[in-house]
């Protein structure tokens, strides 16, 4: 079974940042790809960024290209997801997601204007 834990969200103004980290436990990490994915409120979830099995490709929403940036560290099972420059649009709960399969419980980040 794959535990998945994100930690790091919180509320932060507008232009600021945050680092988002999910670390997983119970299986092959460097086996799968993995993804960050968010829910607002009163919307379905959706996809923000993702990257490969061994880090060389990363993919984003159109939304965040350019302010988002994906890591993963497969020696230490994380991956974090670097905010820079958010929106109050970018108010949600953030979701790690680990081979499209297993999801963490979520993290919460609040933007205020």
């Known amino acids: 079974q794959v535990q998945l834990v994100e930690s790091g969200g919180g509320l932060v103004q507008a232009g600021g940042s945050l680092r988002l980290s999910c670390a997983a436990s119970g299986r092959t990490f460097s086996s799968y790809g993995l993804g960050w994915f968010r829910q607002a409120p009163g919307k379905e979830r959706e996809f923000v960024g993702g990257?490969?099995?061994?880090?060389?490709?990363?993919y984003y929403e159109d939304s965040v290209k350019g302010r988002f940036t994906i890591s993963r560290d497969n020696a230490k099972s994380t991956v974090d997801l670097q905010m820079n420059s958010l929106k109050p649009e970018d108010t949600a709960i953030y979701y790690c997601n680990l081979g499209y399969t297993y999801w963490g419980r979520g993290t919460q980040v609040t933007v205020s204007s």
């Open positions: 990257i490969s099995r061994n880090g060389d490709n990363m």
